[in-house]
């Protein structure tokens, strides 16, 4: 026989997995998954032709010849670098082998597209500052 308490308990329980997420908790948690990635030097990406975007692909930022240099990439599939404009173009192939498209995708969030690879960077959107 079940007591009282127990069904309370079981009760509470039950009510607990079917509340429905709370979109603004989600939101948070992602944006401090997200803020904490890109601490880690983490971007998202979709290489190698894939239409989802995971943030397990890394930048580092160097300085060469021409300027600062970004080299992003993994490293089971390969690195890309690219290089810092100062034009209002974002970013270009300091590779050369393949021309970088870039596209605004949001505040402050670019993409490049490198062949059959995406990456997403910060980068300012809204004009010289």
Do not use: H
């Not at 894939?50 to 890394?58: Q, S, V």
């Not at 970013?91 to 062949?115: F, Q």
């Amino acid at each position: 026989m079940i007591s009282k308490r127990g069904a309370v308990l079981s009760l509470l329980l039950l009510t607990a997995c079917n509340r429905a997420p709370d979109n603004g908790e989600l939101a948070e948690a992602e944006a401090r998954g997200s803020r904490e990635a890109a601490e880690n030097g983490r971007i998202e990406c979709a290489l190698e032709g894939a239409k989802l975007f995971d943030r397990t692909c890394t930048v580092e930022e160097m300085s060469g010849e021409g300027g600062t240099i970004l080299v992003v990439g993994r490293a089971n599939v390969g690195y890309r670098r690219l290089q810092i404009t100062t034009d209002g173009r974002g970013v270009v192939s300091a590779d050369g082998a393949e021309p970088a498209k870039v596209s605004i995708v949001g505040d402050n969030v670019i993409e490049v597209a490198i062949g059959n690879d995406r990456y997403r960077l910060t980068a300012n959107t809204s004009g010289a500052k």
